[in-house]
């Protein structure tokens, strides 16, 4: 039987709640459970999620797709933003990094719950496991236009991005690489784009396969 972890971690990302911009700390306690024997693979992936929160999500400005100022922010600065379907509430970021960092780890550790609070979440925990309602809160069917609509967003997929924008090639997939352990910041979106066209998935199968 596999062991289970916890692991604390924090990131700062300020809040637009209502036009107006707040200083916000995220604080997260996160259990984990290996799913592969290999300590490399272990080690490797525990260092994507580490990145994910310590460097992907920190520095940030979360806030929702229909508030008014991150689309002003968006055009005219460079910063970074967490994009929620749903106002910035707390329960909507656990919900969404419950369901982004099971999707970066490819399964090789499962995330079995995360309880979140924050600096201005009045002393609330909210904890969100594979069974929880927030998750629900999460779908947006009217996320990507049609000709998108084949993709999952961004909160539930293994890039590095923390906000969906659609390209003349493609979605925009995250600043940064898990490839490359600096994960420097590329402004470039085009750069950083899934490409819109078939991609076949290779199956494993078949009498030879080793068990």
């Not at 709640?17 to 200083?23: C, M, P, S």
Request: proline residues 4%; negative net charge.
């Amino acid at each position: 039987m596999s062991n289970t972890f916890s692991w604390k971690t924090k990131f700062k990302s300020i809040i637009i709640v209502d036009g107006e911009l707040f200083a916000n700390e995220y604080s997260l306690n996160v259990s984990l459970t290996p799913h592969t024997a290999s300590l490399k693979e272990q080690t490797e992936y525990f260092e994507r999620l580490k990145n994910l929160f310590e460097q992907v999500f920190a520095n940030t400005i979360t806030t929702w797709r229909d508030e008014p100022l991150y689309h002003t922010l968006k055009k005219s600065t460079t910063n970074r933003f967490i994009e929620l379907p749903k106002p910035p509430y707390d329960q909507i970021m656990a919900a969404v990094c419950f369901c982004k960092a099971n999707s970066i780890l490819d399964s090789k550790i499962v995330i079995n719950n995360i309880e979140l609070s924050s600096w201005q979440g009045d002393g609330i925990t909210y904890k969100v496991d594979k069974d929880s309602k927030e998750l629900i809160l999460l779908d947006r069917p009217d996320w990507f236009s049609a000709k998108f609509s084949k993709f999952d967003p961004w909160w539930l997929r293994a890039d590095t991005a923390t906000y969906d924008q659609e390209l003349d090639k493609g979605i925009y997939t995250g600043h940064f690489s898990w490839n490359n352990h600096e994960i420097p910041v590329d402004k470039k979106h085009e750069y950083h784009a899934k490409i819109f066209e078939f991609q076949p998935k290779v199956l494993d199968g078949g009498k030879d396969k080793d068990k």
